[in-house]
């Protein structure tokens, strides 16, 4: 341990020309330890100032450059450019609230008959039938106010105190990837229901996070994104019941996007990406390709598995539970019909086949079964028309050898 009684700094003045209005000597007192002196280095003051053994170690060419990119442009940034909120970066919050505004502008104009959510929001039935830019613009379909003024509150308090280090492209590309994520994990079963926009804005946050961890000397904004993250996290736990492993995961993966935008390269890897999983899924629409069938018909046989355990009323309240969820489909439905036939009665599963049949036209053991009770009941004229529709809709073998036994009737 020492004690710094006194400190002296000569600071050498290299200029391009002579200026006169540049004093040729100036000494700054900081503080009663601490000297600054400031001297016009030139012809004449060199030797006063400077003694003959060091002016070997002293470069005398003007450094213009550096003076101009290390005091300049930092003095420009830092007052002449300076402004207390960042409003590029409230672009996101005006994206959030066009989508809000649409929403319920439309459901008050139309009497709640049409809404713009209702093409951009997560349904895994419109997904698996080619919208696949849905598990991009998910991410800002708000419900609740709540949900919006928790985004939109810190969007703001993050445009105030991190300012010019936001950057509005990497926090967007961020929340699209944790959306596509959210959404993975709830077409293939992962979760039942996510605030996608709420758990895709946290990943925003971890992308901040990261971004301010690896800034230099710029301690006080990491506090603020820290202390943020926290607050958010809180609020996602308290107010939405958000799961916290969850709510983590997605704070995690938007740490990676960032690392991976650090590379110019990356950023438009995933921009391209994002382009072409919109375009691949309108494309195969226009293509006139059934992606929804091939998906339900390769999910259909572990289904027809699942069929021969027992259920329990827990797992038969949870499948009637997500006939009112988004994460719905034809095959909610198939499976709680064929659970009806055999541990309730053939009127309960007709009546949610004909529920199937309503949601989803094209599904053809919905029309197979239905044919099955109607045969059962003595209807063959229905009996065959069911048939007959579920062999147009999948030209299987099981499908035609009803067709042609009904045809006797």
């Known amino acids: ?129 080619g919208q696949f830019y849905r598990v991009f613009t998910s991410a800002f379909v708000i419900d609740d106010i709540k949900s919006l003024g928790l985004i939109v509150l810190i969007t703001a308090v993050c445009s105030v105190l991190l300012n010019k280090s936001l950057n509005l492209l990497n926090s967007v590309i961020t929340i699209l990837v944790v959306s596509l994520i959210l959404n993975l994990f709830l077409i293939i079963g992962f979760s039942v229901d996510v605030n996608i926009a709420v758990v895709s804005y946290f990943g925003a946050l971890g992308s901040l996070f990261i971004s301010q961890l ?98 329990s009323d827990e797992q038969i309240f949870s499948l009637e539970k997500e006939l009112d969820s988004k994460n719905r489909s034809a095959l909610t439905y198939y499976e709680l019909a064929m659970i009806k036939m055999s541990q309730s009665s053939v009127q309960d599963a007709k009546k949610v086949f004909n529920e199937g049949k309503d949601f989803d036209n094209t599904f053809a053991p919905f029309y197979y079964n239905l044919s099955l009770i109607e045969r059962q009941g003595g209807n063959y004229n229905s009996a065959k028309e069911y048939a007959q529709k579920a062999y147009e809709l999948n030209k299987i073998d099981k499908y035609k050898n009803l067709v042609d036994e009904l045809s006797k009737y």
């Open 214 to 311: 690896s800034e230099k000397n710029d301690n006080k904004k990491f506090m603020y994104v820290s202390a943020i993250s926290i607050v958010y996290i809180a609020c996602m736990v308290a107010l939405f019941r958000i799961s916290i492993v969850l709510s983590l995961l997605a704070f995690i993966i938007g740490v990676f996007i960032q690392l991976a935008l650090m590379k110019k390269r990356n950023l438009y890897i995933i921009l391209a990406s994002a382009l072409g999983i919109s375009i691949l899924g309108l494309g195969l629409n226009l293509a006139g390709v059934n992606t929804k069938n091939a998906i339900n018909n390769y999910r259909l046989g572990r289904i027809e598995k699942r069929l021969q355990n027992t259920y």
């Open 1 to 129: 341990m020492f004690k710094l009684n006194s400190l002296k700094i000569k600071v050498l003045c290299v200029s391009p020309e002579f200026d006169d209005i540049v004093l040729d000597y100036k000494k700054y007192r900081i503080s009663s330890k601490l000297f600054i002196e400031r001297f016009l280095y030139n012809d004449k003051n060199k030797k006063i100032f400077v003694q003959e053994k060091d002016l070997q170690f002293i470069d005398e060419t003007p450094d213009t450059e550096r003076y101009k990119t290390r005091v300049i442009e930092l003095y420009k940034r830092n007052t002449v450019n300076r402004s207390v909120f960042n409003l590029k970066y409230n672009i996101l919050t005006g994206i959030y609230l066009l989508f809000f505004i649409l929403h319920y502008f439309l459901l008050y104009v139309t009497h709640g008959e049409k809404s713009i959510y209702k093409y951009l929001e997560y349904r895994y039935q419109n997904i698996i039938s």
